[in-house]
């Protein structure tokens, strides 16, 4: 099976890849998740999503088998630890089903930025995979905070939302991306040191990385034009 899927993960070795992600990405986390029944079918699709793409971009990245089938299995064990977590309510279980889908998220950024900088020259759809990137970062993020509530149900203050509704996780993944983008409109405040550290550091990364990443396809694509070969 981890063979057959080697042979089909094609779709990493095109550069529109890239861009048919971001809209993937898009999708999934604006319109998909927020319009879902119910929080656990949103969840569900964003695992499901996450896990497919990171097993075909192992698939192409690495090239092993064993790894692959590694993954595959992680992909398997992740979904089924969702569902128990929804079923049982129990703090392991959720904290676990956040590491395994911080575990997905991590690893298809990291494969996303291996084509984003691979030889070639830079082109529109290596910048829309660095924005894929940026939003994979807010995501993982997301993750983090929501096991940072399930130890600590006093690590943030909600304005006029109870902590049943916080613990929904397009709170949370509402409360990442505006402390991403550094809008924070106050509504939910870190207020314990872990959460407050959290959300420096993903403010500061929110920050930086756009202007590093600009710097960095922007000296590639000045190389690539004068003939030089690109330092990767």
């Known amino acids: 099976m981890a063979s057959t899927l080697l042979n089909r993960a094609r779709f990493w070795e095109q550069e529109y890849s890239l861009t048919a992600l971001l809209v993937m990405l898009v999708v999934t ?26 097993i075909t971009g192992v698939a192409v990245v690495s ?15 992740g979904i089924g630890l969702d569902w128990a977590a929804h079923f049982e309510h129990q703090v392991p279980l959720w904290i676990l089903d956040n590491l395994v889908r911080a575990a997905f998220v991590l690893m298809l950024a990291v494969i996303v930025t291996i084509q984003v900088f691979r030889r070639g020259n830079v082109t529109h759809h ?6 894929c990137v940026y939003l994979l970062a807010g995501l993982a993020w997301s993750y983090a905070f929501d096991i940072l509530r399930v130890l600590d149900h006093n690590a943030f203050r909600v304005a006029d939302i109870n902590q049943a509704v ?30 407050r550290a959290l959300a420096t550091s993903e403010a500061l990364f929110g920050q930086l990385y756009p202007a590093v990443m600009i710097a960095r396809l922007v000296s590639l694509e000045i190389l690539g034009r004068r003939g030089g070969e690109p330092a990767h």
């Open 29 to 54: 986390l604006f319109v998909v998740t927020p319009l879902a029944s119910s929080a656990m079918i949103g969840s569900e699709i964003t695992l499901c999503f996450l896990a497919v793409l990171t």
């Open 63 to 77: 090239g092993r088998r064993i790894v692959v089938t590694v993954v595959m299995l992680l992909a398997a064990a």
């Open 126 to 131: 290596r910048v829309q995979g660095a924005i």
């Open 166 to 195: 916080l613990a929904r996780t397009g709170m949370l993944r509402y409360f990442s991306f505006t402390t991403l983008t550094t809008l924070g409109y106050g509504d939910i405040l870190p207020v314990s040191p872990f959460a």
